[in-house]
């Protein structure tokens, strides 16, 4: 269930460590049609609403290419999200499990990915489907979907299985 900062029965909280800067710049802020945790779905779906992802200069140069992809990995950053639980009981029933076996925006750094539809570009906007977080979001990233990526590099040895 979605949360906002409470603690639920049977949740552990830690003391973090303080945050340390670890150099992430926010390259754009997302629109989305959502303004409270309560009414954002939990999962983006390619059928959802159009969200606009606002790319901040000097990077939306870097956008070149992009609309060669119908879809696009965006990862961003869940600011309003707690920081400190290790375990969550997402059915608010006293069950729990440990962060990291659940896609809960509640985590150390609250790091939020999803494989969005792409829709077009305007300007310095990327159109797409498929988001799930709040309005004003901040942005860490686009890639194309690895999926459809080929890499551009000739192959070097590493890309290979090798049998034992
Ligand atoms: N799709 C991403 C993932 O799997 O990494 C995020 C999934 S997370 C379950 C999505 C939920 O995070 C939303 O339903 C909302 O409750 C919450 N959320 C969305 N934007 C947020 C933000 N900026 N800060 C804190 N929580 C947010």
């Known amino acids: 269930m979605v949360r906002y900062n409470e603690i639920r029965e049977g949740e552990v909280a830690i003391e973090p460590p303080a945050p340390t800067d670890a150099g992430l710049v926010f390259i754009g802020r997302i629109r989305t049609p959502w303004t409270d945790r309560m009414m954002t779905p939990r999962q983006g779906r390619h059928d959802g609403p159009i969200c606009r992802i606002e790319i901040f200069e000097p990077w939306v ?10 879809k696009v990995e965006v990862l961003y950053w869940l600011h309003q999200s707690r920081r400190d639980l290790v375990l969550q009981s997402p059915a608010s029933d006293g069950t729990t499990r440990g962060t ?9 750094n609250p790091i939020g990915t999803s494989v969005a539809k792409f829709v077009g570009i ?19 990233d686009l890639k194309p979907d690895r999926c459809q990526f080929t890499p551009i ?9 090798v049998e034992a």
């Open 153 to 161: 590099a000739p192959p070097q040895a590493g890309d290979f299985e």
């Open 61 to 70: 140069q870097a956008l070149q290419g992009l609309d060669q992809y119908s």
């Open 122 to 140: 305007e300007g310095a906007t990327v159109l797409v489907r498929g988001l799930d977080c709040l309005d004003g979001t901040p942005l860490i």
């Open 100 to 108: 990291f076996s659940l896609r809960s925006p509640v985590r150390p």
